[in-house]
Structure formats: structure tokens, C-alpha cells
């Protein structure tokens, strides 16, 4: 079996993957600025990330993941001018700017569990960690890495030989394409900010500096040493993130530790809606409720959104969404077929163990390759094309096929519903509408079916007089 590797936008090739511990990882992500509803191309990320840890939980390792909450200090521009994000939504909605953030970080996480994203081990929000980042930021002036000018902190990036590396940015270009209103305060063009005064914001804090509030970037570095340490495996985020706030995150982090701090870095491509860029402006930015809202299945929200890779763009489609659930059906019904096999036996035939460890070793092997979904998915039909030849299986047999279905979809997590949470007065029912059917009583079999309906059940028929069914909502 070959070993694991991954792409490293920092190195930029793949990489054969070796923890920092062995038998252990640490991930962490960027997570959402809460001052809006997260939209499917924000959730692209976080799949991601959802899929990387699923993928070295099934390699075996104990995943430690955390994810940040931005409820301050995230500003419109990215950089170190303008308007909080948070803040001004809530000017114009006169609400406190931790009333929005909590509403649209539970939003965040309603939204997360509708796409059965396993929850991060810590959540840590910006406006929770204001000492660590005063620690920080102390500590890069301490070292020589900031300087303080009134009541801001600036970070020299001329004095980090690496700035520029992960991005490709590097500082001789950037300040030559700088613009010439620049700030006065600045030794550098480039230098960013650590801490900041502005009488005009809302959230504020007293610091050695004065009253202000955290630069953006210091945010992460803060929050992400208190819980994984000063060295972890991976960082993830959008390709958006890299330049400016991962690249400076880099600069913080190493400039107050003095050791590397992310042996991993993995961004996400941008995703285009019906080959066009997401804008509120075009309307095709879309969140998961709204999709849910247009009759699509949470599940093959999910799976559409992790069934191309990481790495290339994706350009969402509804007929994209509608492929998604029908390939989940394909894996559903053979599911179920399964469940439905009644004939008692203890022999597993050969080639039932054969095909399974094919599938399992190729779905792996695709995955151990940075992620190739692709791959991965084709093992899984493969598996799902020799288990529907089985006509005659046995349960013993069926067992062991649903254990291997039940695995991959720990990684996969798109199979949402089981014919085991199918409560058994409505298998009744599909059973009784299965009975008047074959008697011809089509009145009573339609009654049923709106019954089913009615209770959240849908029932497909199937050749041969089988049915299935399913949750509406799966």
C-alpha cells in the first residue's frame, strides 16, 4: 500500500504525509467571519476539510481539529483599512455585534450538521481569546518582529526572510506594485497590523497599547497555539485566504515561536455557480437552506460538493445536484436490496471477501492520493456493481458488504438514512401498499402512498414488485 500525500501549497508539490506524532494529526481551518448566512462556496472548504479528517480517521489516526469563529476584526478589504465586516451589519441592523455573531454562527452550525459535517473538537471565537492575542503580539515586539506606533501594533514583515513563500508573493514585487497612499505609520508598505485604534468601533479592549481591537490575521495565530500547540500538521482554508491572511499568519506565528508552525497547507479552489463567479448581485449565491428549500436532498448537497476535486474549480449546477442524488440512490438501493436478503447462512463465498478488499484498498489508495475523489468514488460503485451480482447472497455475506458500505461512508458521510431508522409501522405500510398492489387495488395503494407522504416517508417502486424507501428529507 503506498504511502499518504498530499499537495502543500507551501512547498508546492505533493508530499508524502508524516505526522508530527505518531498515530495522531492536528488540523486546523479557517473558519467563517459570522456576519452573513455561509454559502455553498464557503461550505466547499469546510467539506474539505470534513473529508480530510473522515479520510486519516479511516487511515487510523486520532484527529484533533479546531476551527475558528471570526466575530471581530475581520475587515471588508482584507487588510488593514476600512470596515469591520461584523460591525457594519450590525450598524445597519442596530443590533450588538455579538448578537449578530451568534446568530449567524448558529446558523453556521445548523447548516454544518444539515451536511453531516462531524463537529471540530473546538470552535474557539475571536472576542473569547483578546489575552492571547495581547501575549502575542507582546511577544513579536519583545522579539523584534513589531513596533508600535501611538496606539497601533504593526508587524515588520522585513524582518521574516520567508514572507512571501507560500503565496509566491514576495516583498520586492509587492511593494513595487504598492500603491502611493500608503500609511504614515508604516516602516514598509507590506507591514500589516497587530493591533489597532479606532475610536469609531464598537468592540474595543484595553491593551498595553490603548483601548482597540485585534488585527484580522493575529486572530488564528493566537487561537490555534492555545489548541493544537505551536506546531501542527495541517492548515486548511480557501485559495482566498492564502494571501494576505495565511501568508501573514505564517509571519506571526514562526516570528513568535522562532520554529516551523504548519508542516501542511491545503486551500480549496473557488467555486463558479453555472460557470459564472457568486456574486448577491447575479442571485446564484446560494446557501444550504436554500437549496434544501428548492427540494433538494442534504445529502446530495453534500456529496456534490465533495465529488470533484479539491484542487480544480467546480462549477455547481443543479443538474449537477440532481446527478448527486441519483448516484446516491444507486448506492441506497443496493443498500437496501441488501438488507431485504432473508436466507440464513455462515459461508462467505470468496469472492465476496475479494471484492470488498479491492474496493476498500482502492478507495483508500485514491484518497492517500491528495485527496483523488474521483477515484475514490469509482471504488465505490465498483463495490456496489459485484454486491448487486449477488442474487443469491446469504447473510453472512450481506453483513460483511454492509460493514465494508458502512466504512466508506464514514468518509464519505452521504448516507444519511438506513432502513434501520425506518420505523416499523411505516415498513408496515409500504409493506401493506405492496400487498394491494399486487391484488390491483390501485385506490388503496395510492392511499397509502399520500399516507407515507404525509409521515415524511417516500416509497419508489422498484422491478420484480420491490420498493423502497427512504426519509423525504434524506
Given at each position: 500500500m503506498s504511502q499518504i500525500r498530499f499537495y502543500n501549497t507551501y512547498s508546492k508539490q505533493v508530499e508524502p504525509f508524516e505526522p508530527l506524532q505518531a498515530g495522531k494529526v492536528k488540523i486546523y481551518s479557517c473558519g467563517p467571519t459570522v456576519y452573513s448566512h455561509p454559502h455553498i462556496g464557503n461550505f466547499r472548504s469546510f467539506l474539505m476539510a470534513d473529508l480530510l479528517k473522515r479520510f486519516l480517521e479511516f487511515k487510523g489516526f486520532t484527529v484533533s481539529h479546531v476551527m475558528n469563529i471570526t466575530d471581530v476584526g475581520h475587515l471588508l478589504d482584507d487588510a488593514d483599512e476600512g470596515v469591520d465586516k461584523l460591525e457594519e451589519v450590525a450598524r445597519k441592523e442596530k443590533k450588538d455585534p455579538l448578537e449578530i455573531a451568534k446568530f449567524y454562527t448558529d446558523s453556521f452550525m445548523t447548516a454544518s450538521k444539515m451536511l453531516n459535517i462531524k463537529p471540530a473538537d473546538s470552535y474557539p471565537r475571536a472576542t473569547e481569546h483578546i489575552p492571547e492575542m495581547i501575549d502575542m503580539v507582546q511577544s513579536l515586539i519583545d522579539k523584534g518582529h513589531a513596533y508600535v506606533v501611538g496606539n497601533n501594533v504593526y508587524y515588520d514583515v522585513t524582518t521574516f526572510k520567508d514572507y512571501g513563500r507560500l503565496s509566491g508573493n514576495m516583498l520586492d514585487d509587492l511593494n513595487a506594485g504598492a500603491r502611493i497612499e500608503v500609511n504614515a505609520e508604516k516602516k514598509n508598505p507590506q507591514d500589516f497590523a497587530l493591533w489597532k485604534h479606532d475610536p469609531r468601533h464598537i468592540q474595543q479592549w484595553d491593551s498595553p497599547w490603548g483601548r482597540g481591537f485585534p488585527g484580522w490575521h493575529i486572530e488564528?495565530?493566537?487561537?490555534?497555539?492555545?489548541?493544537?500547540?505551536?506546531?501542527?500538521?495541517?492548515?486548511?482554508?480557501?485559495?482566498?485566504?492564502?494571501?494576505?491572511?495565511?501568508?501573514?499568519?505564517?509571519?506571526?506565528?514562526?516570528?513568535?515561536?522562532?520554529?516551523?508552525?504548519?508542516?501542511?497547507?491545503?486551500?480549496?479552489?473557488?467555486?463558479?455557480?453555472?460557470?459564472?463567479?457568486?456574486?448577491?448581485?447575479?442571485?446564484?449565491?446560494?446557501?444550504i437552506q436554500e437549496l434544501v428549500d428548492k427540494g433538494f436532498k442534504k445529502n446530495a448537497i453534500r456529496y456534490a460538493l465533495i465529488s470533484s476535486h479539491y484542487r480544480q474549480n467546480y462549477n455547481f449546477t443543479f443538474d449537477g445536484l440532481k446527478a448527486a442524488e441519483q448516484a446516491i440512490d444507486k448506492i441506497s438501493q443496493c443498500v437496501f436490496l441488501l438488507r431485504q436478503v432473508t436466507a440464513e447462512g455462515d459461508a462467505v463465498r470468496d469472492e465476496v471477501p475479494a471484492f470488498i478488499e479491492k474496493a476498500i484498498n482502492d478507495f483508500g489508495e485514491a484518497l492517500s492520493d491528495d485527496l483523488n475523489i474521483s477515484k475514490a468514488l469509482a471504488a465505490v460503485f465498483e463495490l456496489v456493481k459485484d454486491a448487486n451480482k449477488l442474487t443469491d447472497a446469504n447473510t453472512a455475506e450481506v453483513k460483511v458488504i454492509l460493514d465494508a458500505i458502512e466504512r466508506i461512508d464514514s468518509v464519505l458521510g452521504v448516507l444519511e438514512t438506513s432502513a434501520d431508522e425506518i420505523p416499523p409501522e411505516i415498513m408496515s405500510l409500504a409493506e401493506e401498499r405492496r400487498t394491494a398492489k399486487l391484488a390491483k387495488n390501485w385506490t388503496r395503494a395510492d392511499e397509502i402512498r399520500n399516507e407515507l407522504t404525509a409521515k415524511g416517508f417516500v416509497v419508489e417502486d422498484m422491478p420484480g414488485h420491490d420498493y423502497r424507501i427512504k426519509c423525504r428529507d434524506a
Open positions: 488564528c495565530s493566537a487561537m490555534s497555539t492555545k489548541y493544537l500547540g505551536e506546531q501542527f500538521d495541517f492548515h486548511t482554508g480557501g485559495e482566498d485566504n492564502i494571501f494576505p491572511h495565511h501568508e501573514c499568519e505564517i509571519a506571526q506565528s514562526e516570528g513568535a515561536s522562532g520554529k516551523k508552525w504548519v508542516r501542511y497547507w491545503m486551500h480549496t479552489r473557488f467555486l463558479m455557480v453555472d460557470g459564472e463567479k457568486m456574486s448577491k448581485s447575479k442571485g446564484n449565491l446560494y446557501t
